[in-house]
């Protein structure tokens, strides 16, 4: 008599041996922890010094919580995503002059990837716009011994005050700014992996259509001579979650931070989870973000 195999049995056969491939890409929807915002107990405003912080003073003043959140897969439908609606897009097959050792050396950075965002952004994101400002890049290794690992925390990049900071601080004519500022000006993440498609560590995304009141706080990002602000995320069950499987080095994912128009979406929070159907022996996640200011 032939022995018959139940679902539930397949299921966890094919579970092991995804776990046993190290060449495997999780995919689908995935229900994973992400680490929130949790306001200061004593109703302090929240802040996060970046360098050591005064004696006797923390580092940061709030604290988080891990919650379990669906994260579902847009692969196959990147199309019905765009950075003015859910704050976030996908931009697919983009030829790079880049390899893998030009993101070692940050002038190299500058000289080959700068100009390859430039020209993504006015040709394949905002052509309506009319000048990039590129002000910051930083590369993410999930390395013990990286300088900058990948991020889980939920947070967006710039509050309204800092997105026009940073307008101000980047732009060198005076007189110039303060034109630029009177006119559309948008924070722009460009996020791509830079060793093949993700394996582990992810970005989830969540979406702008989803965010109500209250659930970003800014959150003070105190350096030695100046303050800014970054955007803390508070969980809530309504927030919606994505993430791009298998994202690979042709393909960028373009993150809105910040955006001066009040009818569009103007950012959406972001965070590196840890995938349960990641394989052993999977190769770390190596990834580059390009902060550029997008005017017009």
Known sequence: MSATITTANTTTLTTELQ???PNYIP?????????????PADGAKPYR???KPPEGVPQINYRTETKTVRINDIRGREDEFHSDTHGFQVVRNVP????????????????????????????????EAHKVIIFDHT??????GAPRQPVTFAHGDQTDRAAAHRVKLHVEDPEEAEKLLKGRYRIINVWRPINGKVQQAPLALGS??????????PVEHRYPTWTGETVATRYSP??????????????????KCADSRDDVAKRTPHTAFVDPRSPAGAKPRESIEVRCLVFG
Do not use: C, H
């Open 19 to 21: 776990a046993t491939d």
């Open 27 to 39: 995919r689908g929807p995935v229900d994973a922890e992400i680490t929130f915002y949790v306001p």
């Open 49 to 51: 010094y970046v360098e």
């Open 96 to 127: 790079s002059a880049t390899t893998r050792a030009t993101f070692d050396n940050d002038e190299e950075v500058k000289r080959i990837y700068y100009p390859e965002v430039e020209k993504l952004l006015l040709e394949r994101v905002a052509p």
């Open 139 to 144: 590369v993410r290794r999930q390395d013990p």
């Open 208 to 217: 702008a259509t989803s965010l109500k009141e209250g659930v970003l706080v």
């Open 238 to 255: 309504d927030i919606e979650w994505y993430y791009l499987s298998g994202i690979d080095d042709d393909e960028r994912l373009i993150i």
